[in-house]
């Protein structure tokens, strides 16, 4: 059959080319409309994460700073550019960004909050990723506690510090510092000069061996009628009490006679 002796099949052409047509239309005016001058940003408004007040990080200096990075206008600018160029700026842990129309960006900014310092230098936040940032500034709340470890250990450790951070409360003392060793073995030093020796996670679970020195504490302090130095938790069925001499001499190959209390 002549396709131009088909009404219908001539109708339905003609309605493709006309929609075509109409979009193209539609696209360029777009197109034109999105680049005039209306559309430049002009305004970025920086706020707090809603639920994470800001401590460190300033708007107007972080606005000055990131500013000059962002591209395009309204319709054109890359979030996940602006998002990641914000992020790299120093305390930004996390950075979420939309349009405002006609012509902004609202920012809202997420500060890492600082556990701990790194062995390294650098500081730990409070979901165990490292970051760095100014010491003086991550300490105005007082001397953070000290972690070092293997490295992409930094979760798991700043996880162990919060278990038995809550173990030895009892006590009322808080952890210094906690440290994995290459091979896996713990150790813990207290605020009150306590040092613990916890071992590798085998046989009976770390907190169960440093809950069970926390309840043993006052009747081996009275016995003792001084601070423990060194306590060895690395048994199955007690702990051992050392002094730093002791401990000093093990490590130098000599004999080390511990106190062994079941």
């Known amino acids: 059959m002549n396709l131009w002796h ?4 001539l109708n339905t052409l003609a309605n493709a080319v006309l929609a075509a047509t109409l979009l193209a239309t539609l696209a360029a005016a777009a197109w034109w409309l999105s680049q005039r001058p209306w559309f430049t940003l002009r305004t970025v408004t920086i706020r707090a994460a809603e639920g994470h007040p800001l401590r460190h990080v300033s708007p107007p200096l ?13 319709f054109a600018a890359d979030l ?42 650098r500081l730990v936040n409070t979901f165990g990723e490292l970051f760095a940032a100014n010491l003086g500034e991550a300490e105005e709340d007082g001397e953070l506690p000290q ?27 808080q952890p210094e510092a906690l440290s994995l060793s290459p091979r896996h073995a713990w150790t813990l030093r207290l605020d009150d000069g306590t040092t613990l020796l916890l071992g590798r996670d ?10 069970r020195w926390v309840e043993a504490y006052p009747q081996v302090v009275a016995s003792l009628n001084r601070r423990a130095e060194v306590i060895d938790l690395r048994y199955p069925n007690g702990f051992a009490i050392r002094s730093l001499a002791q401990l000093a001499e093990a490590g130098a190959g000599g004999p080390a006679t511990p106190q062994r209390t079941d």
């Open 80 to 121: 996940g550019a602006v998002r990641a160029t914000f992020e790299t700026v120093s305390w930004v842990r996390r950075a979420s960004v939309r349009r405002v129309w006609p012509d902004g960006l609202e920012v809202a900014i997420e500060e890492h909050r600082p556990l701990a310092l790194w062995d390294d230098g």
């Open 62 to 74: 972080l606005r000055g700073a990131v500013m000059r990075e962002v591209r395009g206008n309204f």
């Open 6 to 9: 088909d009404a219908r099949a």
């Open 147 to 173: 972690f070092s470890g293997p490295e992409d250990s930094a979760l798991q450790v700043a996880r162990r510090y919060a278990e038995l951070r809550e173990t030895v409360a009892p006590l009322r003392v």
């Open 202 to 211: 085998q046989g009976m679970p770390i907190e169960r061996r440093v809950a």
